[in-house]
């Protein structure tokens, strides 16, 4: 277990995990909304962006941490925190611009933002622990 966990924190696999949740995300938000299966709990798509951006967060942050060891924290941060933010809304944008069945919403984008902060929070409480 100790193998598979030094191995997923190595910079180049963290980078890979990352990008290919990132163009799977995209895809799921670009999808025609007659894609996403139907459920009658109301805000449950909210709750789903919170978590998508919290992961996307925390996932960025464990790499840019982990490919270098001179960064400053603050300035990593707000990096790839400002990166998650403009993705949600560049998400946001091209579900109105350019698809049929979706629309912008501006609630998405706060919950995407929220997401992306508990990703930090989660992130920085065990980082001691992810970045050697």
Not at 50 to 71: E, N, P, Q, R, T
Request: charged share 15%.
């Amino acid at each position: 277990m100790t193998k598979l966990i030094k191995k997923l924190s190595e910079p180049k696999t963290l980078f890979v995990v990352a990008l290919v949740y990132t163009i799977l995300v995209t895809a799921a938000f670009l999808a025609p909304a007659a894609d996403v299966p139907k459920v009658n709990v109301p805000y449950l798509d909210k709750v789903f962006h919170v978590l998508i951006h919290w992961l996307l967060g925390f996932i960025w942050l464990w790499f840019a941490f982990s490919s270098d060891k001179y960064h400053s924290f603050i300035k990593t941060v707000l990096v790839v925190l400002v990166i998650c933010f403009s993705y949600g809304i560049t998400i946001e944008l091209l579900q109105h611009y350019f698809t049929a069945s979706r629309q912008f919403d501006l609630f998405d984008v706060l919950a995407n933002s929220f997401g992306s902060l508990l990703g930090f929070l989660s992130f920085n409480v065990l980082r001691s622990r992810l970045v050697h």
